[in-house]
Structures are given as C-alpha cells and as structure tokens.
Nanobody, 120 residues
C-alpha cells in the first residue's frame, strides 16, 4: 500500500510564509505527477499547483507568484512553499500523487490534509 503524509500546516499572520511537505511511502515503483489542492469550509476542493516528475509546474491564478511547488524525487516528497499568505488562503490543504506500484499500474493517492489558517 501507499501512504501520503502531509505536514507543515499551522497558523500564520497575513503576509507570512509556510512550507508544506507531502511524503509518499509504501510499495512505490515510481511517483509521477504530484499536486496540491485546498478546500475551505463550505467550498469545493480547488486545484492549487502541480509538478510532473520532470519538474514541469502549473499553478492556479490565485496563487501564481506567491506559491512554489517543488519535489525531491529521491525522497518521494513534494513541497509547497507559500509566501505572502492572505486570509483567503485559509483552508485544508491536500496533496495527491500519481503513483506506480508496478511498471504499468498507476493509482492516484491523496493525503489526509493539513490545516492552514491565515489571520488578518
């Protein structure tokens, strides 16, 4: 089995920074694309950022220029550096990863979520 474990959430003042981590472990052949999403209370889960195994990145307009997604392939770990945080960034942040457990079998896994709260 594969697990994604997120860490790094917390409470920060507006303008501050946080760095989220997402570590994949278990029966992993390779980790392909990794992504971050968030869900605020009463809202749908929304896409934040994505990074391929080759390092190509994509961002939602709402975070472009403030958030940076990266990964360490040797550690099967993804990161989300969040700068210039705003109260509207408050949400539960989830990571996902497309994981190959065999050469041909790919499954998307989700982490349990980590709370980010930005105070004004």
């Amino acid at each position: 089995q594969v697990q994604l474990v997120e860490s790094g959430g917390g409470l920060v003042q507006a303008g501050g920074s946080l760095r989220l981590s997402c570590a994949a472990s278990g029966s992993i052949f390779s980790v392909n694309a990794m992504g971050w999403y968030r869900q605020a209370p009463g809202e749908q889960r929304e896409f934040i950022a994505r990074i391929t195994s080759a390092g190509t990145t994509m961002y939602a307009d709402s975070v472009k220029g403030r958030f940076t997604i990266s990964r360490d392939n040797a550690k099967n770990t993804g990161y989300l550096q969040m700068n210039s945080l705003k109260p509207e960034d408050t949400a539960v942040y989830y990571c996902n990863a497309a994981v190959r457990t065999t050469y041909i079998n790919e499954i998307t896994y989700w982490g349990q979520g980590t709370q980010v709260t930005v105070s004004s």
